[in-house]
């Protein structure tokens, strides 16, 4: 397995409210993208990197799923009570996208709309689910697909890290396949960039991740890099 992780303010934002966790060792892998609009969306977005990581670290448990289920939730806890403790902070909240490498297998967990896509076979599947309004509007037929694209609704969060006492969280297996590609990313890459783009510069440079990755950041800004860019790629050989 190969791994490399890159971020980038953007071109329009003041501060970088995006944070990502790279752990090879233990195939743990997070994108977190504090709330734009609130004070401590910086502050959620690294509060959740750091409680999750540490959390699976500590965790005694030999469940993957429990582990990574116990880590989100006591983040959840601990920015909500961060937020409630401080009036600078109230408010604030995060998504988060996790990954864990479980041998052959990769378990999947999001709150939010930073995605994970599975690049096999020259094609992109989009593994997670945004938890936003425009995907509530589509599931119930209020939107069509072909007006999810920049839709206004897509950047009101339904679910968020540090919003509620209790986060519903989605969980999601995948077997993992030679040659297989993942891309874990905030919105600020796929606002800029439609799965076909991206496809098409991942398989330009799969050889080469940073490469990729840097090279999926400069389209981004090309297209206007509006919000903060945060990239995750892992190749399994």
């Known amino acids: 397995m190969k791994v490399v992780g890159i971020s980038d303010i953007g071109l329009v934002r ?17 994108v977190c993208d504090g709330m734009g609009g609130h004070r401590g969306g910086e502050v959620a977005s690294r509060m959740a990197v750091q409680t ?4 699976m670290k500590n965790s005694a448990s ?15 806890q601990a920015i909500l009570k961060a937020g409630l403790e401080n009036e600078h902070l109230f408010e604030m ?15 999947v967990a999001n709150v939010g709309d930073s995605g994970v896509f599975l690049i ?12 936003t309004l425009a995907e509530e509007m589509l599931s ?16 009101i969060l339904t679910r968020a890290l540090g919003v509620d006492d209790q986060v519903e969280i989605d ?25 076909d783009e991206i496809l098409e ?6 050889d080469d991740l940073e490469t990729a990755a840097n090279s999926l950041i400069s389209k981004a800004l090309e297209k206007g890099g509006f919000d903060n860019i945060t990239i995750v790629l892992l190749s399994f050989n």
Request: proline letters at 2%.
């Open 201 to 206: 510069i991942i398989l330009a440079h799969s």
């Open 62 to 76: 030999s469940d993957a799923r429990e582990r990574l289920i116990q880590a989100i939730e006591t983040a959840n």
């Open 120 to 131: 096999r076979s020259n094609t992109i599947r989009k593994i997670t689910r945004d938890h």
């Open 140 to 155: 119930h037929g209020i939107l069509k697909p072909e007006e999810m694209r920049g839709n206004a609704y897509n950047h």
């Open 52 to 55: 999750i990581s540490q959390s």
């Open 93 to 107: 909240g995060t998504t988060v996208t996790a990954v864990l490498v479980d041998g052959s297998r990769l378990l």
């Open 14 to 30: 003041k501060k970088n409210e995006d944070a990502f966790w790279i752990d090879e060792k233990q195939g743990f892998f997070l």
């Open 171 to 195: 969980l999601f297996s995948e077997e993992i396949l030679a040659g297989d590609i993942l891309l874990m990313c905030s919105d600020g890459l796929t606002d800029m960039l439609i799965p």
